[in-house]
């Protein structure tokens, strides 16, 4: 009978491990969905900045709109993923984890290149801002 009781209990505590896991899962991407949502033109590139370079291109051959730039802010976790939650209130998902990761919750100065399609910053340096 206690063999019985152990595998109803283990069956109930899987089962509602699973439904959990789905709930967070659910709401981690709605709540990704509400904070992803950027502004359709972030940055406006000037022209004769000699840094921009307007093409990036992906590893599959395709280009993308794509321009340099720097912003200051703090990483945060955004679901699964890293973002930029610049000091003006728009936040930008970085594409590199590994760059990102151990400087979570700190105040940083990101460079890369910022593709306006995808609204992805590409990361290419990052650095912890001097308190």
Same mark, same amino acid.
Not at 75 to 90: C, H, K, M, N, P
């Given at each position: 009978?206690?063999?019985?009781?152990?595998?109803?209990?283990?069956? %109930?505590?899987?089962?509602?491990?699973?439904?959990?896991?789905?709930?967070?899962?659910?709401? @981690?991407?709605?709540? #990704?969905?509400?904070? /992803?949502?950027?502004?359709?033109?972030?940055?406006?590139?000037?022209?004769?900045?000699?840094?921009?370079?307007?093409?990036?291109?992906?590893?599959? %051959?395709?280009?993308?709109?794509?321009?340099?730039?720097?912003?200051?802010?703090?990483?945060?976790?955004?679901?699964?993923?890293?973002?930029?939650?610049?000091? /003006?209130?728009?936040?930008?998902?970085? #594409?590199?984890? %590994?760059?990102?990761?151990?400087?979570? /919750? @700190? #105040?940083?100065?990101?460079?890369?290149?910022? #593709?306006?399609?995808?609204?992805?910053?590409?990361?290419?340096?990052?650095?912890?801002?001097?308190?």
């Amino acid at each position: 009978m206690k063999t019985l009781y152990k595998r109803w209990l283990i069956v %109930g505590l899987s089962m509602s491990i699973f439904v959990l896991a789905n709930l967070r899962r659910k709401l @981690e991407s709605q709540l #990704d969905a509400q904070a /992803g949502r950027l502004p359709k033109n972030p940055v406006q590139p000037e022209e004769s900045d000699p840094k921009a370079s307007p093409v990036l291109t992906f590893s599959d %051959g395709r280009p993308s709109n794509a321009t340099t730039v720097t912003f200051s802010g703090t990483v945060i976790r955004s679901g699964g993923r890293f973002a930029l939650l610049e000091t /003006g209130g728009v936040l930008y998902m970085l #594409d590199s984890t %590994g760059r990102a990761w151990p400087f979570e /919750g @700190e #105040d940083v100065r990101v460079t890369g290149k910022l #593709d306006t399609t995808t609204h992805l910053l590409h990361v290419d340096d990052i650095e912890a801002m001097a308190s």
